[in-house]
């Protein structure tokens, strides 16, 4: 698919209503630690960047509705998301086009106005069908030739920052933003 140039991408980004990702690879580097607890139950750690995060809840204050669609199913991907003001989580699920439609018909947000940001090949479904299909730099192969923006940042490193920044600047809210912080 045909990358978007830089007015395309401006124009893109502020018709965005709903920003959707996969999570590990995206939200996260894609590294996952097991430990076993006490009783012998498995728990699952990872990261996610501090800036990702502070993002995506300057997103969700715009109005812009979030969500995730995981493959993966872990309670503290779960509560972190939902600290983080997500409208939509959806773990455990591979279908990953049944989950973009349910949360279409949910949202009302067409899918023209739907972002979604995938780095693996269950991704690849979802990336066809939305308005704005991106990836983070180290994103598969595959996936890249499907995104039309390549994010400069990688998965779990400023890759979610730069997708939220982008939108929040071309929808004329980055200003608004910064007048918080003087």
Known sequence: MPKLSRSRLR?????????????????????????????????EFKGMHSQDSIALTW???AGVKTG????????G??????????SYIYQGRLDKVAVLEEIGRKSGVPLRDTLYMGDDLPDLPVLKRVGLAAAPSNARPEVKTAA???????????????????????????????????
């Open 77 to 86: 991907t779960q509560k972190r998301l939902e600290m983080l003001q997500a």
């Open 68 to 75: 995730f669609i995981s493959g993966r199913q872990s309670a």
């Open 148 to 182: 039309r923006w390549i994010t400069k940042a990688r998965g779990g490193a400023g890759a979610v920052r730069e997708v939220v920044e982008t939108i929040l600047r071309a929808q004329g809210r980055w200003e608004e933003l910064l007048a918080q912080f003087h």
């Open 59 to 61: 997103l969700a204050q």
């Open 11 to 43: 124009n893109a980004a502020k018709r965005v209503k709903l920003a959707l990702m996969d999570v590990d690879g995206v939200l996260t580097n894609g590294l996952i630690y097991h430990f076993v607890d006490s009783a012998g139950g498995l728990v």
